[in-house]
């Protein structure tokens, strides 16, 4: 029996996973070789950057990682005094996040480069870059109200 023709290169979920990997590749340099952490970690210290304290569980929400890998990453980030972890008085199960010091150092060096790199892609795209984050948002909406049962939108 035949196989079934399949385009690997013109499959939509295929092309998004390689732009997300090369894009995500071009600022992971900066703070790999400064910092010595992995692309989880900076997810994690940028979302401790917006708020004072954060939860493994909101992290994980948050930034669509899996607990453990969200665990793991805390865990590394504090052996390098990045992130202090707080476990949260009225619910002992949970552990709160909130960044260091050194983590805080890291983000103000970290900021302005991550926005020239945004510029920059910002660029590429020129007088498409609104219609290109509309429907990466449109995107975005929709994958997540499919439902889970069998993938249909």
Do not use: C
Not at 41 to 67: N, P, Y
Not at 71 to 95: F, I
Not at 98 to 108: A, C, N, Q, S
Not at 125 to 137: E, T
Request: glycine share 6%; net charge neutral.
């Amino acid at each position: 029996m035949p196989v079934t023709k399949f385009d690997l290169e013109t499959f939509l979920p295929y092309q998004l996973n390689e732009l997300s990997r090369a894009v995500s590749a071009g600022f992971s340099y900066h703070y790999r070789e400064r910092y010595g952490i992995t692309v989880a970690e900076w997810r994690v210290v940028a979302h401790l950057s917006q708020e004072d304290a954060v939860s493994v569980r909101e992290i994980t929400r948050r930034v669509g990682m899996d607990k453990p890998k969200v665990s793991r990453a805390a865990t590394r980030l504090e052996a390098g005094g990045y992130v202090k972890k707080v476990v949260n008085e009225t619910d002992r199960r949970l552990v709160q996040l909130t960044l260091t010091d050194k983590g805080r150092e890291m983000i103000e060096t970290l900021a302005p480069i991550a926005q020239g790199y945004d510029a920059e892609l910002r660029d590429v795209l020129g007088d498409k870059y609104d219609a290109f984050r509309d429907a990466v948002v449109l995107l975005t909406t929709r994958t997540r109200e499919r439902d889970p049962a069998d993938g249909t939108f």
